[in-house]
């Protein structure tokens, strides 16, 4: 029987997911880490117990450890030139087997440069109304493929020559057309022209060909579903690393403040139920925090506190063309008992981050909402779990509804508790608001400092 963990994060991204799963491998002797969810706009920071750090995109954040593997499962959006570019980064700080060690479902969809471009220019065409994008190109290439399915290039055609140019040559064609026209729409906008003339090499489809070519040719590995299976009968620890959070989810966040994809355990329960093992071995469904919140990128953020923020450490989390600053704010239950509704069957939370609180004296916990101008205001003047979600629950087209919350949550404001910031007390207290265990506490950014506590198993 396998131990499998699945990890996820509950707030808007960056609670320290990769860290999690890092530490999950070393404790239980190496793994298989499968990447769930998401694409190459993840960023999971690792610091090895030698000092050695990483920001993990694809590769699953137990590379660190020798013979941990990752498999990017078919729920996974994989960009080929990206990961040989991150299996140089770690080589550099040595491991130097990373693609050796690395498994691909073959449906795995493809992200191309023509999709990043393209990606580029939306959210540039969007001006001060942008969405937040990280501009990886991973929403383009789910929209691409949603619209045109078998167009959709895959990792399994990165291996054969004729379907591999064919797909390409017509995405290419397609790109083009969309991005003359956006340019067109929004002549004058900053960066547009560049990007379009980037995109109009003679040579591009030529040359990308070749280039996944080589890439599949390669020491990776491409499989089919089936291979998930054999694999977890074969190996003792299987660790689950989701990305983005679940405030982010395509379905249940802010729109249109959301990432492409679903960040709920969803993908990672109908892995385990296609490979016969959804019942057959001992689950356990972790869920991140920090202990404070954040978010990079554009949206409702209800406890957002610059004051916080200039008081906190800085971190590893800069400013960045796409997303913008990286925002602090307060602990937020309301929030989180809202992730906690979409996520899943979250059995335990991790908390993160507790030391960059260790210079405040005190800190504020929100407990509920105050709004004002929405019919819905009074959902949120109670912290029970659900009176946001039943907003949420409501009849009415998906999209409709989270814009809806979207414009709800821009009104409120949050109220707060006022807490002594002693950390048992404080972990404590967010254990019985949430009404889940806290099995992980970490001090610190590395394993080999011991900043993982165990609280419960």
């Not at 797909?167 to 057309?177: D, M, Q, S, T």
């Amino acid at each position: 029987m396998s131990r499998v963990f699945v990890v996820a994060g509950l707030g808007f991204g960056d609670e320290g997911k990769g860290a999690t799963v890092d530490w999950l491998v070393r404790r239980h002797g190496g793994a298989l880490v499968v990447r769930y969810n998401g694409g190459p706009q993840a960023a999971h920071f690792v610091v090895a117990p030698d000092g050695a750090t990483h920001c993990f995109s694809q590769l699953g954040s137990g590379m660190f450890v020798t013979g941990a593997e990752t498999l990017l499962s078919r729920f996974m959006l994989v960009d080929p030139l990206a990961l040989e570019l991150e299996a140089a980064a770690i080589a550099e700080r040595g491991v130097r087997d990373a693609l050796a060690r690395l498994w691909i479902e073959r449906e795995c969809l493809i992200v191309t440069p023509f999709h990043k471009i393209l990606n580029r220019m939306l959210e540039r065409s969007r001006g001060e109304a942008r969405h937040g994008s990280c501009g990886r190109g991973v929403g383009q290439a789910l929209a691409d493929a949603g619209d045109a399915p078998a167009a959709a290039l895959l990792a399994g055609d990165l291996s054969d020559r004729a379907t591999l140019r064919r797909k390409l040559r017509a995405l290419w064609h397609a790109k083009l057309e969309d991005a003359a026209r956006l340019a067109a729409r929004h002549a004058g906008a900053a960066g547009l022209d560049e990007l379009l003339a980037g995109l109009q090499r003679p040579d591009y489809v030529e040359a990308l060909a070749d280039a996944y070519e080589r890439f599949a040719a390669g020491p990776v590995h491409l499989v089919d579903r089936r291979w998930f299976a054999g694999a977890l009968a074969r190996w003792h620890t299987v660790v689950f690393e989701g990305a983005q959070g679940a405030l982010l989810d395509a379905h249940h966040g802010f729109l249109p403040h959301v990432t492409a994809t679903s960040t709920t355990l969803d993908a990672a329960f109908e892995l385990l139920r296609d490979a016969g093992g959804s019942g057959a071995h001992e689950i356990h469904a972790l869920g991140v925090l920090r202990a404070y919140a954040t978010r990079h990128g554009a949206g409702p953020f209800v406890t957002e506190d610059d004051e916080l923020a200039a008081r906190m450490p800085a971190c590893d989390n800069g400013a960045n063309e796409w997303q913008g600053r990286f925002r602090v704010g307060w602990f937020d239950l309301v929030a989180t008992r809202y992730a906690l509704d979409i996520a899943g069957p979250i059995g335990a939370l991790a908390i993160t981050n507790v030391d960059r609180l260790a210079g405040l004296r005190t800190a504020k916990i929100c407990t509920a909402y105050a709004c004002g101008g929405a019919p819905e205001s009074d959902l949120c003047e109670c912290p029970t779990p659900g009176r946001i979600s039943r907003l949420v629950a409501r009849p009415q087209p998906a999209g409709e509804r989270q814009m809806r919350l979207t414009a709800l949550l821009r009104s409120c404001t949050p109220i707060y508790d006022e807490v002594a910031l002693d950390p048992a007390a404080y972990i404590a207290r967010i254990e019985r608001e949430l009404n889940r265990p806290v099995a992980l506490v970490a001090t610190g950014p590395g394993a080999q400092q011991r900043s993982w506590i165990i609280r419960r198993q």
